[in-house]
C-alpha cells in the first residue's frame, strides 16, 4: 500500500494531544498534527490496514499502523526522528539508530517490493491526505 506525503499546512494546522495505540509495547503519546493518512483492504487475506503519519511538536514523525483482519485487530506506533545523518526509529521498547540514507534505500526497497506485490493482487485502496 504506497503512502504518498502531502505536506499539510502546518503553520495553520493545530496542535493537539495525540495518543497511539501499540499492542506490542506502550502507547505513545505526544503534540502535533496529522500530516498523512493512507488505508487499504487486501482481498486475499481479508485485512483492512489503516496508516497514519503525524509531525510531532518536536520536529519528528510518529506512525500509527492499525490491521484488522476477520479473526485479529494490531495496533503498531513507532516514532521516526532524525538527527543530521541519522535517524532513530522507536517503539517505545526497542530503538533502533541507523544513518538517513541507508533508511531511505530500505524504504525504497520496501515500497519496490510492494509495488510489484500489488500489481498482483485485487485490492482496493484509498488514500487521503491531511489538510
Not at 12 to 38: C, E, M, N, R, W
Amino acid at each position: 500500500m504506497p503512502l504518498k506525503l502531502v505536506h499539510s499546512k502546518e503553520h495553520t494546522a493545530k496542535q493537539s494531544h495525540i495518543t497511539l495505540k501499540s499492542s506490542v509495547g506502550p502507547d505513545l503519546s505526544f503534540s502535533g498534527i496529522l500530516f498523512a493518512k493512507a488505508s487499504s483492504y487486501d482481498e486475499k487475506t481479508q485485512t483492512f490496514t489503516s496508516q497514519k503519519i503525524f509531525r510531532t511538536s518536536g520536529g519528528a514523525h510518529a506512525i500509527s499502523i492499525l490491521s484488522i483482519g476477520a479473526k485479529d485487530k494490531s495496533y503498531r506506533a513507532y516514532f521516526i526522528d532524525r538527527r543530521g545523518d541519522t535517524c532513530r526509529l522507536s517503539d517505545g521498547i526497542t530503538s533502533l539508530t541507523l544513518p538517513f540514507d541507508s533508511l531511505m534505500q530500505l524504504t525504497q526497497a520496501l515500497a519496490n517490493f510492494e509495488f510489484s506485490r500489488v500489481d498482483h493482487q485485487k485490492s482496493l485502496a484509498r488514500t487521503s491526505f491531511a489538510r
